[in-house]
């Protein structure tokens, strides 16, 4: 199994559920998160002072999948979040040791 | 707060008016909204570990000021007394009944109308020292304020003391209420000192909308605080309306072009100033002065307010939520420029000012503006220490890092995901 931990464009979280549920992958945890990589901020005015907002709002999509689907899952997730531009995102790949199912109690392989 | 005369009341023998008194009723509402408005406009602008300190240091004038102010300082502000400071023969509301002996309304209403001033007056400093003030200081603070430096001022302009014999002209309170408030600020300020981090580190507001919504319910309710100021359902108080809607809207515009002259684009804090900052101003002069010149006013008001505002930003001087630049230069710049716009022919019962045949009366709002600014500042610094001696001003500086809401009130204002306290059934 893999932990797929995508950091995508805000608007862009639909487009990758899409392209995961195609895969029929249905599972996942989504958090928001702030960051940058080479992306470039923006300067916001609050009361007379200049701030620098370089930690932008991202979105992170959080999938486990079974080794077999992991290279279709990321090749769909990679080409739904992308727009071309500076700040698109990244993917990384974990692996994980066990996963459980809480409702049944029963270990998934 | 003048209806026929600066600081002076309309014949004693009136009878009651049934009109007057509902407005004043509605008035008196209007502006104890005002100081929950006040709450949320600076709770939105601090972070959010400190939102309910700093909304909590707004709701508790409402109970502490306003009963101070029936049990002892009404009567310092308006019973007899000298020229400095009235008497105790209101004490405990002795001898304010039902009858409507002050004017047209009963004089328990106008005794209640002046509480909710006081009460939004004190509150009105807790700007300048969210984020770091102790509650407990804040609190005996803005009591022993209210006795004795919001009494007497009150008495000097509007309780027939020695700047309404001066001839000052004070509308609603730009000198009472807002050049009081933003000297005890400043002081405020400076003798607590500044939050951890200032100026380096980013102090941000929490919740715009809060601002917004809190600027939104300021401009509501001071209708009731410049109209209402009438004492009358009369042609005055319809002048006063109009005039708080106008001023304002003044403000703003030029405040939006400040704005973009400075960095391209009109912000919404911004904005939320800007109506803050012109209906401060307007309030000395809501009933003396024609709509057109209120526009004037208005607009003239945004520039001493945001070149004031510039200046904090630069300063090592923490007035965290800018109630000098609002409260302080707006109420004075209101204050002077009544001296400038007043018109007799508009209302009979106030002076005329510089465009209408009387200069002198600039000098008068100056001296008026000084006077309190002196005893206001004078006094705020000596009680401050007094209180230091006594209680620790500031909250620790792992109080203060963790947060006040947490400190000073063991509360979270946002507990989004259910399960992160546990209940103490031991």
């Not at chain 2, 709701?59 to 308006?78: C, E, K, M, R």
């Not at chain 2, 009858?99 to 300048?128: K, Y």
């Not at chain 2, 400190?407 to 546990?422: N, R």
Request: with cysteine; charged share 15%.
């Amino acid at each position: 199994m893999k932990l797929i931990k995508a950091i995508v464009r805000p608007n862009k979280v639909d487009d990758v559920k899409d392209a995961l549920a195609a895969l029929s992958i249905f599972g996942m945890t989504v958090t928001e998160v702030r960051g940058h990589g080479k992306q470039k901020g923006h300067t916001a005015i609050y009361r007379g002072k200049e701030y620098n907002v370089s930690l932008l709002p991202k979105m992170e999509i959080d999938v486990v999948v079974s080794d077999s689907i992991a290279d279709d899952a990321i090749k769909g997730i990679v080409e739904a979040a992308r727009t071309g531009e500076i700040g698109d995102g990244r993917v990384f790949v974990i692996p994980v040791l066990e996963s459980y199912r809480i409702r049944t109690g029963e270990k998934e392989s | 707060m003048c209806g026929a005369g600066a600081g002076g009341f309309t014949d004693g023998g009136r009878a009651m008016s049934g009109a007057d008194t509902a407005w004043i009723l509605m008035s008196t509402a209007l502006v104890l909204l005002m100081t929950p408005g006040l709450a949320f406009f600076y709770g939105g602008l601090v972070r959010s570990k400190n939102v309910l300190n700093t909304l909590m240091m707004s709701f508790i004038s409402l109970g502490f000021v306003g009963v101070l102010w029936a049990v002892l300082g009404y009567s310092l502000a308006f019973s007899g007394g000298n020229s400095f400071v009235g008497g105790f023969s209101n004490a405990l509301l002795a001898g304010v009944g039902l009858e409507a002996t002050l004017g047209s309304i009963p004089d328990l209403l106008f005794m209640a109308f002046q509480g909710t001033f006081c009460i939004i007056t004190a509150a009105l400093i807790s700007g300048a020292i969210v984020e770091r003030m102790r509650f407990s200081a804040y609190l005996t603070f803005i009591c022993l304020w209210a006795i004795v430096v919001y009494a007497p001022v009150t008495h000097w302009v509007w309780g027939g003391g020695w700047l309404s014999e001066l001839g000052a002209l004070d509308f609603a309170g730009g000198t009472v209420v807002h050049v009081n408030a933003g000297v005890a600020a400043l002081v405020a300020a400076f003798v607590v000192g500044k939050r951890q981090g200032y100026p380096s580190s980013s102090l941000l507001p929490h919740n715009v909308p809060f601002v917004l919504l809190g600027a939104a319910l300021l401009w509501f309710g001071w209708f009731g605080f410049n109209a209402g100021s009438a004492l009358a359902a009369d042609e005055i108080a319809s002048l006063a309306f109009v005039t708080t809607m106008l001023a304002p809207g003044a403000t703003l515009i030029v405040w939006c072009f400040l704005d973009m002259i400075r960095s391209g684009r009109p912000t919404a804090v911004g904005s939320a100033t800007a109506i803050v900052v012109g209906l401060v101003a307007v309030t000395p002069a809501a009933g003396f002065i024609s709509p057109m010149s209120a526009v004037l006013l208005g607009g003239i008001a945004a520039l001493p307010c945001y070149f004031a505002l510039m200046l904090r930003a630069k300063s090592s001087l923490d007035d965290s939520l800018d109630v000098v630049a609002a409260h302080g230069v707006g109420g004075a710049t209101g204050a002077i420029l009544t001296g400038v716009f007043a018109d007799m022919a508009i209302n009979g019962g106030s002076g005329s000012g510089l465009l209408f045949g009387n200069p002198g009366q600039v000098v008068t709002q100056v001296t008026a503006v000084a006077a309190v600014i002196a005893y206001s500042g004078g006094m705020s610094f000596i009680l401050l220490k007094l209180i230091g001696v006594v209680i620790p001003l500031r909250a620790s500086e792992e109080e203060e890092a963790t947060g006040l809401d947490i400190t000073q009130h063991g509360e979270e204002a946002y507990l989004h995901v259910g399960g992160t306290l546990t209940p103490n059934n031991g």
